[in-house]
């Protein structure tokens, strides 16, 4: 078995990690961060699970990393990620795990915002030889097929030059992530991506560089009343063989991502691990988790949010209303919720770091 370098991976580092994990039957989870908080619990929890991760920004989680007061959205949106990369880059090799660093969905109004951030890459792998992310996703999935297809050429040559990867989007993933999407599309029929789509994906793309690809199989972002969302996993295993066939290729030649994957039952999961999918973002549950702890602590101790000192016994709750003390207990929310994902998606215990 060969070992990775613990930290940020990209390249062939990157794809021997996905080919890993499609040989061993795991997926790994994908969580969207905001902040040094959810950062820090994130590399956290996979060395205390000993295993890799996948840390992606969305470009409004961006924005808030660089700060939502700043008047200049585009700007603070391209910083807050080179900022973020750049503590994900410092910190996780002493974590000592592999890391994967992605951004979420861009979708055609975010072309440029994704292309500022391969230019900051494209400087780093001049001096350094290493991008600043792993991957990019470009979501076109709401525009005509032949667009999303030819954009997407055009920035994966981009990005292989300087060993980075991209994440499509065919079909398209209900519900709404961060602004892109909208929960009015729930009955959608393009939540089910056809597998000539996918063919036609992986023969525009696979010459010129690595992609994965996001293929909706009735997935959606956020979690639903149970009935509302059909998840058809079938759908992944047919594009596969699709592919297989018709490109003599060797077995699940897609590496595929599960979008929308809060709330999902434990057996669709494996299912679609089965089927070739190595990544699965995990967002909503993992912010609930992060406000609950928060809520807890808040129901606990209601005068140390209302006083900095209690009124009747002179008793002062500084240690309470600390940031550090409840945001802490934010972050020890996020490490008990993103541990199950690490159990359930089987890659516990898994991690390639040396």
């Not at 065919?170 to 597998?195: A, C, K, M, R, W």
Request: net charge negative; proline share 5%; hydrophobic share 35%.
């Amino acid at each position: 078995m060969t070992h990775l370098p613990a930290g940020v991976l990209s390249g062939t580092d990157y794809h021997y990690l996905i080919k890993r994990a499609k040989e061993e039957g795991y997926a790994l989870p994908a969580v969207n961060v905001t902040g040094t908080n959810s950062v820090n619990a994130v590399l956290e929890t996979a060395a205390k699970n000993n295993a890799d991760v996948i840390i992606q920004l969305s470009a409004g989680g961006a924005q808030f990393y660089g700060g939502k007061g700043h008047p200049d959205s585009f700007n603070t949106r391209v910083l807050g990620a080179i900022s973020a990369a750049q503590h994900v880059h410092l910190l996780a090799e002493h974590y000592g795990v592999c890391v994967v660093l992605h951004t979420d969905h861009a979708n055609k109004d975010l072309i440029p915002w994704v292309e500022a951030l391969i230019d900051y890459s494209e400087d780093l792998f001049r001096d350094q030889g290493i991008p600043f992310f792993t991957s990019h996703m470009l979501d076109l999935s709401e525009e005509p097929i032949d667009f999303n297809l030819e954009e997407s050429a055009r920035l994966l040559k981009r990005l292989s030059a300087i060993d980075m990867s991209l994440e499509i989007e065919l079909g398209i993933t209900g519900g709404e992530e961060d602004g892109v999407g909208s929960e009015d599309n729930l009955n959608n029929p393009s939540l089910y991506t056809q597998s000539e789509d996918c063919l036609r994906a992986y023969e525009a793309l696979s010459p010129l560089g690595h992609f994965s690809l996001a293929a909706s199989f009735g997935n959606v972002h956020g979690v639903y009343k149970p009935g509302n969302v059909q998840l058809r996993p079938e759908i992944l295993k047919a594009a596969q063989e699709l592919v297989q066939q018709r490109c003599k290729t060797d077995p699940k030649p897609l590496d595929l991502v599960f979008h929308g994957g809060s709330g999902s039952s434990k057996e669709h999961i494996k299912e679609a691990i089965s089927h070739g999918v190595f990544k699965m973002n995990i967002d909503t549950d993992l912010q609930f988790a992060f406000a609950r702890a928060i809520a807890d602590t808040l129901e606990q101790n209601p005068k140390a949010f209302k006083y900095q000192v209690d009124p009747e016994t002179g008793t002062p709750y500084k240690k309470i209303y600390d940031p550090r003390s409840f945001l802490r207990d934010g972050e020890k929310g996020i490490v008990e919720r993103l541990t199950e994902s690490f159990n359930v998606l089987g890659s516990a215990g898994k991690s390639l770091a040396f």
